[in-house]
């Protein structure tokens, strides 16, 4: 089940039906969506509804995903987990509108402390293209550490292009989440 997670500013909750006009809005954006590799670009309300009906409740650790709720906004944008080829990878996103608010930085923190305080996962991994400072900016507040560069599909934009890869231990996020107390 997925647990609803409370931040001090908003809710991180499951991914609802209701969800699909804003997540469809919110991705149909290019400076959105070609930030993200599994994205495509016109995105459609069929595809929100399609990606909503792949999210139950009794998915794993590894493949859950949270709708980021603001008090008096409402949706927000996503953060979540699914497997790679490598481990267990987070990816986040938000609309427009929410950039620039310490909005992500504060709902992957949620999301990776139930995480590592749910799964015995050593690491969890991520990256950036490498055009997307701001993303990269909030993975290093994180404490993810780059391991090198590579190519990655985006679906937006239709090309490989170049990716700084990032990684996050267990034992990182540990000394971290003790040092903020």
């Known amino acids: ?41 016109p995105y459609h309300l069929s ?5 909503l009906a792949t999210r139950k409740a009794s998915l794993p650790a590894a493949e859950t995903n949270f709708a980021i709720d603001l008090p008096g906004e409402g949706f927000a944008g996503q953060v979540g987990f699914h497997q790679g080829p490598h481990g267990v990878i987070i990816g986040y996103w938000l609309g427009r509108p929410f950039w620039g608010r310490g909005i992500m930085t504060e709902a992957a923190t949620a999301s990776l402390d139930w995480f590592f305080d749910t799964t015995g996962a050593r690491e969890v991994i ?39 890869d990032t990684v996050l231990a267990r034992s990182v996020w540990k000394a971290g989440r003790l040092a903020r107390g």
Not at 47 to 51: E, I, P, Q, Y
Request: net charge positive; charged share 20%; aromatic share 10%.
């Open 47 to 51: 595809d929100a509804r399609a990606w």
């Open 126 to 164: 991520s990256g950036v293209f490498h055009f997307n400072a701001a993303s990269l900016a909030v993975q290093r507040k994180l404490g993810f550490t780059e391991t090198g560069r590579s190519s990655l599909l985006c679906l937006a934009r239709g090309i490989q292009v170049e990716h700084i």
């Open 1 to 41: 089940m997925v647990p609803v997670l409370k931040t001090p500013r908003f809710i991180l909750r499951q991914p609802t039906i209701g969800d699909a006009d804003p997540i469809a809005r919110f991705l149909n954006d290019f400076e959105v969506a070609g930030n993200l590799a599994r994205v495509p670009f």
